[in-house]
């Protein structure tokens, strides 16, 4: 099942010095009627993504089955926001 992302922002990071430079991607998503409010963390390469819901995270969620989502849900949407970003 694939989902909507929408209110896309783009920031790619550098991993220290020698660590692989990831993506985060901040976007909303309408899951089961509710607006969420999420942010991907987008490495190169099919699987290296993690998705949370930022709201749960801000109150202190962030355990497996209970802020965790699909990323092939998201992926194609995610992997064109950062190669729109550039």
């Known amino acids: 099942m694939k989902i909507k992302i929408t209110n896309v922002r783009v920031s790619y990071h550098r991993n220290g010095i020698d660590g692989n430079g990831f993506h985060v991607v901040l976007f909303d998503t309408l899951i089961d009627n509710e607006t ?36 092939e849900s998201f992926e194609k949407d995610l992997y064109e926001a950062v190669r729109r970003q550039g």
């Not at 290296?48 to 709201?55: F, G, P, Q």
């Open 36 to 71: 969420r409010h999420m942010v991907a963390t987008v490495f190169e390469g099919q699987g290296n993504i993690a998705i949370l819901d930022v709201s749960l995270l801000a109150a202190g969620v962030y355990g497996f089955a209970e802020n965790s989502w699909l990323y």
